[in-house]
């Protein structure tokens, strides 16, 4: 099966730019997603990328590919205290089903 | 706005008891799941279910079953609870698993077994 990693925590100041990464193993991963785990609650879908591109923009929000590494990051610009959360990557391949990392705790200090 | 509930948000039991965790959603999706949340080792998967009466074990099964006799509503059960059953319990839908649709998550069960 798929493994999927991220770091476990990322601390950055308000207002400074957070990059989340992650890596895959499976090549055949086409739908990759990020998905955001507010405090107290259930996941959410924050963006999505198909594996025929390499960048998608939404906002605040930049996904980048790079297939060749196996690797996606997620940058959120000026980070606000609203964006700590736990953020999940979660490729898709074959099986239909995503696999989702361990998540990565994202903590914006003043 | 795809609304996915589950019955409890807390829940304690004792070792040995039988607990179903209930979810429902409201936007006719096909498919359903239930994954197990713990720090550190994220998103599990335990069961999923394709179709009414359908049902497929996950990368965790052992230890729950599940029953899905509405398009509508996924439970887990767990036979004999146990401690290492404590857990955050997740129940997510989705619309036709080939087209890459989104999975629209509840809120989540937290199980304590004593």
């Known amino acids: 099966g798929e493994d999927v990693e991220q770091s476990l925590f990322l601390s950055v100041r308000e207002g400074d730019s957070s990059v989340i990464n992650c890596t895959y193993t499976d090549s055949s991963s086409t739908y990759l997603y990020w998905y955001k785990q507010e405090p107290g609650a259930g996941l959410q879908l924050l963006t999505y990328i198909f594996s025929n591109m390499d960048m998608k923009q939404d906002q605040r929000l930049t996904v980048l590919l790079n297939k060749k590494d196996k690797h996606l990051s997620l940058r959120i610009a000026d980070t606000q205290t609203g964006d700590s959360a736990i953020y999940f990557c979660?490729?898709?391949?074959?099986?239909?089903?995503?696999?989702f990392g361990r998540g990565t705790s994202l903590i914006v200090h003043p | 706005d795809v609304k996915v509930t589950q019955s409890s948000r807390y829940l304690v039991k004792r070792t040995g008891e039988k607990v179903f965790l209930e979810c429902v959603q409201d936007?006719?999706?096909?498919?359903m799941f239930w994954y197990r949340q713990d720090p550190g080792l994220g998103l599990r998967l335990i069961y999923f279910?394709?179709?009414?009466?359908?049902?497929e074990k996950g990368d965790i099964p052992e230890g729950y079953s599940v029953s899905r006799e509405k398009k509508e509503r996924f439970s887990l059960i767990l036979e004999s609870a146990s401690t290492s059953q404590t857990s955050m319990y997740l129940c997510?839908?989705?619309?036709?698993?080939?087209?890459?649709?989104?999975?629209?998550f509840g809120p989540g069960t937290r199980l304590t077994v004593t």
């Open positions: 979660a490729p898709r391949a074959g099986s239909y089903i995503p696999t």
């Open positions: 936007m006719d999706h096909e498919n």
């Open positions: 279910s394709y179709d009414v009466k359908m049902k």
């Open positions: 997510a839908s989705s619309l036709e698993i080939l087209a890459g649709n989104e999975q629209y």
